[in-house]
């Protein structure tokens, strides 16, 4: 199949030049892209139900003959009403079409023909609204795909049985025998067809098992290979655990996660020949920030210098001020380094970080800048890492030779799925809150109680509190900015109308944006309507009210990491979410926010519901895209993980025969996600 990849989509027949650009648009740009191109659900035409035996309110296939057949004729609105009687020779069902007139010649002149559609029972009969028609020939399991304006699931499914036809008799297989014998999985050959053009929905729910499973174990390896190249030897390896030290300088006692979290960063640096490579993810709140300072205390005291990297410039600041007053009575010395800096302020500190007088250096992508020397880069800390691109990360452990890195995330996600995602580190979780962080209250209501909430918060605000209130995201910036500014000024006329209010918005200006967030830090507005998620970590102790309309249009997660930006001091907290969807599934996930404040059974729930695929809203940078594995089925993850370590034992750098195919899969999957490295 690997010769199929080589052959543009628009060698098939019927797909030309335009065609082929809308192919390009969904991601398949060769003939074997278009042979990995799944449908996302079937149709069953395969046993057609009688009218009356028809699963009521249930998406079926019925077999009838047209017995009537009224002209179209306009309506209201300049929709255009086409309706026929049909019969399965016991009982009777109207069939109602909307602007599909050219429906009239095919289906006037009688015959049978079959209807996919949802029949209901009303006060005059049988009805169906809207079906899809075929000729009776045309019953079986149909797939139905990904579609983009101009490329119907039909002509795909066109399309795939031309591609079909030139797939070899016997496809080579890239899982080894011993690994599909184990794991009871069936072949390529199998999957392929059967996932484009099953007799029967159990086969394709056989294929899919097949290919998930492929996805994941590919995915797997590539990542263990990611991690295997990154084991250079260090020269930064510590002498002395200081850690104990450090924790003395603590208003508070750590956790016995912070503890552990030290423990196994300073055991990498002190016991390991090659650099630490390391997350550290926790909850809102957890204290990986104290974490960090634990060790980055350690690798100053051994002689190291650290940088520390943000998304943002308040949030340098926040970490600057607090690590300083942390580190008042100790002898190291810290700088911050921002793009809003003066030359002379950024001149000054870059000859300090040359010349070895600034130990802990904290700052934005200023620190990348061709300007920073190190004297001796021995640790590099990226807070919340996804902000950053690979580019990035890389141009600031450039600038060391072979520092340990630590990365932070405060984004709880499932321990087998971290380990997936961030498969090329080593993980640490701090899975304990410290003492003294407080619950957040957390309701749902519907707009109707709206302004009874806005005298809740003006009650909060008028006791010293500030609050947020996140509008919905979408698409447009234009449109962001509009209901930001449309939302402020209707709270002009109501109870809030007296209050300071700010607006933040996408298409604000960096600088303007840490302005607005400064003065709300500072206490000097009231109110802060965003349209954007509020930067992650920013500290405002004053924020007691976190208001999110809304609220279904976001994921659990998110949710959670918004409401993480209130209860930060000692004011007690409140998240109140605003929701008029009714629809049960809505209900009950917005309901897990308001029943636990765990970060991790949040996550967990958010996985279950929406699936790995919108689980971080964007999909992080640099991890493939899977199409058919989902990371709940964690006997699945499991399985494929020690499926990895066998293959990988055998043969690490997967050069023998048996191993060829896995290595092509590997290349094609992470060269679509920029790891065109791994090839």
């Not at 795939?160 to 036809?165: D, G, K, V």
Request: hydrophobic share 40%; aromatic share 6%; net charge neutral.
């Amino acid at each position: 199949m690997p010769s199929l990849f080589k052959m543009p989509i628009d060698k098939l027949k019927g797909v030309g030049k335009r065609k082929a650009e809308l192919f390009h648009k969904l991601g398949v740009d060769s003939v074997g892209g278009l042979l990995r191109f799944y449908p996302r659900t079937y149709e069953d035409w395969s046993k057609p139900y009688t009218i009356a035996e028809a699963p009521q309110n249930t998406v079926c296939c019925v077999r009838a003959e047209i017995e009537a057949a009224s002209p179209p004729v306009r309506i209201r609105g300049g929709m255009i009403l086409l309706k026929i009687e049909v019969s399965d020779g016991s009982d009777r069902m109207k069939v109602t079409f909307f602007n599909q007139q050219y429906l009239y010649e095919k289906l006037r002149l009688g015959g049978e023909f079959l209807f996919y559609g949802t029949v209901r029972n009303g006060a005059y009969g049988y009805e169906m609204t809207s079906p899809t028609v075929s000729p009776v020939g045309s019953a079986g399991i149909h797939p139905v795909y990904p579609q983009t304006a101009g490329l119907s699931t039909k002509q795909t499914e066109a399309a795939m049985r031309q591609a079909m036809s030139l797939l070899p008799e016997k496809m080579n297989d890239p899982i080894p025998e011993n690994i599909i014998r184990k794991y009871h999985l069936c072949t390529l050959d199998f999957a392929i067809r059967n996932i484009h053009f099953p007799q029967k929905l159990s086969d394709a729910e056989k294929a899919k098992q097949r290919l998930a499973f492929e996805e994941l174990l590919i995915l797997q390896l590539g990542m263990a290979k990611l991690k295997g190249g990154r084991k250079e030897t260090t020269t930064h390896r510590l002498e002395k655990d200081y850690s104990r030290e450090f924790f003395s300088l603590l208003p508070f006692s750590p956790t016995g996660a912070q503890k552990r979290a030290v423990e196994e960063c300073i055991d990498d640096m002190m016991n390991r020949p090659y650099p630490m490579n390391r997350l550290i993810q926790g909850d809102v709140g957890s204290g990986k920030t104290a974490v960090a300072a634990a060790v980055c205390y350690t690798a100053v005291k051994n002689g190291l210098q650290c940088a520390f990297m943000v998304p943002t410039e308040i949030l340098a600041a926040q970490h600057f001020q607090s690590l300083s007053e942390l580190f008042s009575g100790t002898d190291i010395r810290i700088s911050l380094l921002t793009g809003s800096l003066t030359a002379v302020a950024k001149r000054s500190v870059y000859e300090a970080l040359e010349n070895g007088e600034t130990d802990l250096v904290i700052g934005t992508h200023a620190l990348i800048s061709d300007s920073v020397v190190f004297q001796r880069l021995g640790l590099v800390i990226t807070d919340e890492q996804h902000r950053f691109g690979v580019a990035q990360r890389s141009a600031l452990i450039s600038k060391g030779e072979s520092p340990h890195i630590m990365v932070m995330s405060a984004t709880p996600i499932p321990r087998t799925l971290a380990l997936m995602i961030f498969g090329d580190l080593d993980l640490s979780v701090l899975d304990e809150l410290p003492p003294g962080r407080q619950k957040v209250d957390t309701f749902l209501i519907d707009g109707a109680k709206r302004q009874r909430a806005f005298g809740f918060l003006k009650k909060q605000i008028d006791a010293g509190g500030q609050c947020y209130i996140v509008c919905p995201l979408v698409g447009q910036s234009e449109m962001e900015l509009a209901s930001a500014e449309e939302y402020a000024e209707k709270l002009k006329d109501t109870v809030l109308g007296s209050c300071r209010t700010a607006i933040l918005h996408g298409k604000m200006k960096p600088k303007e944006k840490d302005r607005i967030m400064n003065e709300f830090a500072g206490g000097d507005i009231d109110i802060l309507v965003s349209t954007t998620v509020i930067e992650v970590g920013v500290n405002v102790p004053d924020a007691v009210v976190m208001m999110i309309e809304n609220a279904e249009r976001f994921g659990l997660s998110q949710l959670h990491q918004l409401r993480g930006r209130v209860g930060r001091g000692k004011r007690k907290s409140y998240c109140i979410m605003v929701s008029d969807m009714q629809k049960e599934s809505t209900l009950a996930r917005l309901g897990v926010m308001c029943r636990t404040n765990n970060g991790f059974e949040i996550a967990d729930e958010d996985l279950k519901l929406r699936g790995p695929g919108d689980f971080f809203g964007a999909r992080q940078h640099g991890l493939p895209e899977l199409k058919v594995a989902g990371m709940s089925d964690m006997a699945m993850l499991d399985d494929t993980q020690s499926a990895a370590r066998m293959i990988l034992e055998a043969d690490l750098d997967l050069e023998q025969k048996e191993h060829r195919g896995l290595a092509f899969e590997i290349a094609r999957l992470f060269a679509k996600a920029g790891g065109s490295h791994l090839q």
